[in-house]
């Protein structure tokens, strides 16, 4: 089923810049934003790759130019920024997307990987948004719409594990999107971030552990996961929707990713860790813990029943079958 859910040319006038647009999502939003009536620049170092996206986007009466750009390198990405304002005026669309996930165990000491996810995923943004931002803010200055997109992912917020400094780079970029937004929000730059679940894409194929890379080809199996037009239609969406409107932070899961449903199912604890607060409501039960005292019993006495009833539920649950499968991935995904 197609992803396309808009029509018309919304994004006629604007000028979209997209790093990491040689493959995956980044080549799929290019061309989205190009058939929505952006005028669009890829940004990758792979040339020919980048070449052909032009050609794709020039052949369904688009306008685009593809420039070699390595992001970690700061002057390569300024002369960027100067031949778009040459050629097509200031960009008022950023999708900051070239990254690059190498999962190892912290212990193996894989520093060369932790570098290259760091200069990329960190710097590289960084670099993008050193010589964009004035584009940005100049457009905003002109009453056009302005939009920072930047892609960092789940495992942002997820804990698991060999994906330790992949996680930290992209932890920095959702929080560093909250924080710019304070200042950029106010000059009518929308600074948003997309944080997605698998994708199928090239990423994996840079994974050099045997178990991650078999993990995440049997996910792309099972979970019938997101493509890259999932994200070319959110990314187009956030850009289309009128201008005093900031779509910030999105999460988008595949609706059978475990991940997903475990990071829910987790949810709020049962009873605060440690000893209650005078005054602090239990969650369950709403029992103040005084109240407990004062009846000569304990604040916990009157919760317990209501975690026997939730243990009950989950004995319960435990016997579907999909279920079972859900946490047998979940586990799965623990060992990582
Ligand atoms: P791809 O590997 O297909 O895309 C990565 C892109 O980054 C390529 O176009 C690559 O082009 C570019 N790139 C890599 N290094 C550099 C560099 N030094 N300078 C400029 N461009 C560079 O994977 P995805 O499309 O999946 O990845 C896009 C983004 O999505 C990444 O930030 C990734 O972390 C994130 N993401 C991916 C998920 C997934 O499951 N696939 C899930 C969540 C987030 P080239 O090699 O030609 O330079």
């Given at each position: 089923?197609?992803?396309?859910?808009?029509?018309?040319?919304?994004?006629?006038?604007?000028?979209?810049?997209?790093?990491?647009?040689?493959?995956?999502?980044?080549?799929?939003?290019?061309?989205?934003?190009?058939?929505?009536?952006?005028?669009?620049?890829?940004?990758?170092?792979?040339?020919?790759?980048?070449?052909?996206?032009?050609?794709?986007?020039?052949?369904?009466?688009?306008?685009?130019?593809?420039?070699?750009?390595?992001?970690?390198?700061?002057?390569?990405?300024?002369?960027?920024?100067?031949?778009?304002?040459?050629?097509?005026?200031?960009?008022?669309?950023?999708?900051?997307?070239?990254?690059v996930q190498l999962i190892s165990g912290i212990?193996e000491l894989k520093v060369d990987d932790w570098q290259r996810q760091i200069d990329l995923n960190i710097?590289?943004?960084?670099?993008?948004?050193?010589?964009?931002?004035?584009?940005?803010?100049?457009?905003?200055?002109?009453?056009?719409?302005?939009?920072?997109?930047?892609?960092?992912?789940?495992a942002?917020?997820?804990?698991?594990?060999k994906f330790s400094i992949y996680s930290g780079t992209k932890a920095y970029?959702?929080?560093?999107?909250?924080?710019?937004?304070?200042?950029?929000?106010?000059?009518?730059?929308?600074?948003?971030?997309?944080?997605?679940?698998?994708?199928?894409?090239?990423?994996?194929?840079?994974?050099?552990?045997?178990?991650?890379?078999?993990?995440?080809?049997?996910?792309?199996?099972?979970?019938?996961?997101?493509?890259?037009?999932?994200?070319?239609?959110?990314?187009?969406?956030?850009?289309?929707?009128?201008?005093?409107?900031?779509?910030?932070?999105?999460?988008?899961?595949?609706?059978?990713?475990?991940?997903?449903?475990?990071?829910?199912?987790?949810?709020?604890?049962?009873?605060?860790?440690?000893?209650?607060?005078?005054?602090?409501?239990?969650?369950?039960?709403?029992?103040?813990?005084?109240?407990?005292?004062?009846?000569?019993?304990?604040?916990?006495?009157?919760?317990?029943?209501?975690?026997?009833?939730?243990?009950?539920?989950?004995?319960?649950?435990?016997?579907?079958?999909?279920?079972?499968?859900?946490?047998?991935?979940?586990?799965?995904?623990?060992?990582?």
């Amino acid at each position: 089923m197609s992803a396309a859910l808009l029509t018309g040319t919304p994004l006629t006038g604007r000028v979209a810049v997209v790093s990491g647009a040689s493959s995956g999502m980044g080549a799929v939003t290019a061309q989205r934003l190009a058939e929505l009536g952006a005028t669009v620049i890829v940004l990758a170092r792979r040339k020919d790759k980048l070449d052909g996206v032009v050609k794709t986007i020039e052949a369904a009466g688009g306008t685009a130019l593809a420039l070699a750009v390595d992001v970690t390198d700061r002057a390569a990405v300024q002369s960027a920024a100067d031949q778009v304002a040459a050629r097509f005026g200031k960009a008022d669309l950023v999708f900051n997307n070239a990254g690059v996930q190498l999962i190892s165990g912290i212990e193996e000491l894989k520093v060369d990987d932790w570098q290259r996810q760091i200069d990329l995923n960190i710097s590289g943004l960084m670099n993008v948004i050193a010589a964009f931002l004035p584009h940005l803010t100049d457009s905003a200055a002109q009453g056009k719409p302005a939009d920072l997109i930047n892609t960092s992912s789940i495992a942002a917020t997820r804990i698991l594990a060999k994906f330790s400094i992949y996680s930290g780079t992209k932890a920095y970029i959702s929080h560093l999107t909250r924080l710019l937004r304070v200042e950029l929000g106010p000059k009518m730059v929308r600074v948003a971030t997309i944080e997605p679940g698998m994708v199928d894409t090239e990423l994996p194929d840079h994974v050099t552990d045997p178990d991650a890379s078999q993990l995440m080809a049997d996910l792309i199996h099972d979970i019938d996961c997101l493509q890259s037009a999932d994200i070319a239609e959110t990314v187009a969406f956030m850009a289309a929707v009128p201008r005093h409107v900031n779509l910030t932070e999105i999460t988008m899961y595949a609706t059978r990713d475990p991940r997903g449903l475990a990071a829910r199912r987790r949810g709020p604890r049962l009873r605060p860790r440690g000893r209650p607060q005078r005054g602090q409501l239990h969650r369950l039960g709403q029992a103040r813990p005084d109240q407990g005292t004062r009846r000569g019993g304990r604040a916990d006495d009157r919760v317990r029943p209501l975690q026997r009833l939730v243990a009950q539920q989950l004995v319960e649950l435990r016997r579907l079958p999909h279920v079972r499968h859900r946490l047998r991935e979940d586990h799965r995904q623990a060992r990582l």
